[in-house]
């Protein structure tokens, strides 16, 4: 039995970016079987689409917004286009990702900029946009995608790392700042198969071997999804700041 209401995202407007594939397109079905309208966003827009198609078939609801969250432009018409479709943002999962991996002395400006822009500058952008709606609204979730990568460091990643270890202290910040807003700031680190993590987990140039973590496997994306309903529900009704790992019990084992 789920630790929440099945009810409560009934009606209620989840945002997710990065929803097109992998663990953003888990969430955004995860959510829309509990109930949720879901926007589905993504600079991918055909693949956000067929996300959208996927939902609509089981029965749910959900639209699709092209965003490229790196601009600051972009996700403000997001906001926009997903509130005059759904109405205000009640929870935002910003869980858009690139890794541009490349060891120091090879790494270039570009691929530095192009990690922090749709990772941290997102988070940052995404953050002020929903905040005053929500603020109106009484209160939100914000869940963040982070990665263990943040604490632990990973060789060839230091765009990622830097990145995801920002966004950290983005959420703590923001969680105490709008604790007194009633608006809840959490992240989750996850380890799944993706597309994002096929080519980094699997290449032992990088050093990630998740066939050497606890479970011995890596996870599907579906097993990440749970989390973010856990921490848009009133399950966590008092938890905020806070960063849930959900990596098949890898940061124990580094
Ligand atoms: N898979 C893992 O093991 C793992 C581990 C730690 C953190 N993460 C994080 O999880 C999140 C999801 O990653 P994933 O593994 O599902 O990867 P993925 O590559 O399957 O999905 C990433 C999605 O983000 C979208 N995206 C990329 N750039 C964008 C942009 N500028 N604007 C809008 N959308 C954009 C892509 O189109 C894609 O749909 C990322 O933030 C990633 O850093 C993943």
């Not at 959510?31 to 993504?42: K, R, S």
């Not at 906001?79 to 120091?104: E, F, K, Q, Y």
Request: charged share 15%.
């Amino acid at each position: 039995m789920s630790p929440w209401s099945p009810s409560e995202f009934e009606g209620a407007v989840v945002a997710v970016t990065g929803a097109a594939q992998g663990i953003g397109r888990s969430i955004a079905l995860a959510f829309a079987a509990q109930g949720a309208n879901v926007a589905v966003i993504d600079v991918q827009e055909a693949a956000a689409q067929a996300v959208v198609r996927e939902i609509e078939a089981g029965g749910g609801r959900a639209v699709a917004v092209a965003c490229d969250v790196s601009k600051r432009e972009s996700v403000r018409a997001a906001v926009g286009a997903v509130t005059d479709s759904l109405g205000g943002i009640r929870v935002l999962i910003s869980n858009a990702g690139i890794t541009r991996p490349a060891m120091i002395r090879k790494m270039t400006d570009e691929q530095w900029d192009q990690v922090v822009g749709v990772h941290l500058n997102a988070s940052f952008y995404w953050l002020q946009e929903v905040v005053e709606p929500m603020i109106e609204a009484g209160g939100g979730r914000i869940i963040f995608t982070s990665s263990s990568t943040a604490q632990n460091g990973s060789i060839g990643q230091v765009n990622y790392a830097a990145a995801k270890s920002g966004m950290l202290g983005l959420m703590r910040s923001a969680a105490k700042e709008l604790g007194r807003y009633n608006i809840l700031v959490n992240a989750v680190a996850p380890a799944a198969l993706t597309d994002m993590t096929r080519t980094v987990m699997t290449d032992p140039k990088f050093g990630a071997d998740p066939s050497k973590s606890t479970l011995r496997r890596f996870a599907e994306p579906e097993e990440i999804a749970p989390a973010y309903l856990f921490l848009a529900s009133s399950a966590s009704s008092y938890m905020t700041g806070q960063v849930l790992s959900v990596d098949g019990g890898s940061m124990m084992v580094r």
